[in-house]
């Protein structure tokens, strides 16, 4: 049964230890002002962070709906054998791209009532301006023919079409990597197994540039599999990133070492998050003015939150 807590359960995830870095101020809306932001009796401020929370911009929802159409056309060609052409796969993406735009531009209202069943973009809600920036859409359309044209032709397509000797096991699912009484969220796009070589392999869709994060968050995938699956070595899983702008495939395959660093980080950056607790076995956070805002002011415009620091 679902319980209304004062305050959120604690977590761990890359993305969390990202913002906190980026911004303590954006972290506390993000994780605690925002909190039941969605019950009819919240206060408002909560309402408010809850709904700017929901906040996409054109890249990330993007980037999230070429994730979607892929888990499709993989679920769909293991059910069937059929791998849709890459303008049928353009023509999804175009609509819901255009879905986004109508509910940002005509559904306000809805939006402002269920944030997190309608889509609102960051240029649009801050732009003054019911249009998308040219330059945007321009690029946007730019990475679909790259993405899509990418992802049919990559390694991870190529072996699930061609070898006959893959065991698919699961994808684009949220799961929970415990450590300790810790828990951390990953996600994996793909995960299957090639028994024809023994190999796990953990496939990680990028619809964006290479990051300096990417290794990380592979390392927590490999610990992930470690934990759930009975995987002998470390040397049996493969983590391979697609990066569908270039064409590109990487693989790479842990040490023991990486692994440790990572685990090092995660300890290192739940005492960091411990510090803006002021009852940590309660997760109460420290009240808002202790979370500094960042001197990136710059960063500040492209924040989901903008209005609630500069009103």
Known sequence: MFEIKTYPEFSWSLSRHKTLMHCARQYAHQYYTSHNGWLRDAPE????????KNLTNLEMFFGSVVHDIIEQVIDNYLNTGYIPGEENLREQVRRSLNQGFIDSTRHFDHWKQQPKKRTMFHEIYYGNNPRLPASKVEKITQRMHLALKHF??????????????????ESEKFRILQIGQLKVFVVLDLLYKDLDRNKWVITDWKTG??????????????????????????????????????????????????????????????????????????NQPLPLEQFPQTSDQRACSFCNFYELCFS
């Open 45 to 52: 401020l909560s309402k408010q962070a809850y709904r700017l």
């Open 152 to 169: 049919l032709n990559s390694r991870t397509m190529q072996e699930m079409a061609y070898n006959e000797q893959i065991e698919f096991l």
């Open 209 to 282: 540039k290479k990051s300096e994060e990417d290794p990380y968050q592979l390392a927590l995938y490999a610990l992930y599999l470690l934990e759930n699956y009975e995987v002998e070595s470390i040397d049996d899983i493969i983590i391979r990133n697609e990066y569908l702008l270039e064409g590109e495939a990487a693989e790479h395959q842990l040490d023991p070492v990486t692994l440790e660093k990572v685990q090092e980080l995660i300890g290192t950056s739940v005492e960091w998050m411990t510090d803006y607790l002021e009852v940590p076995s309660e």
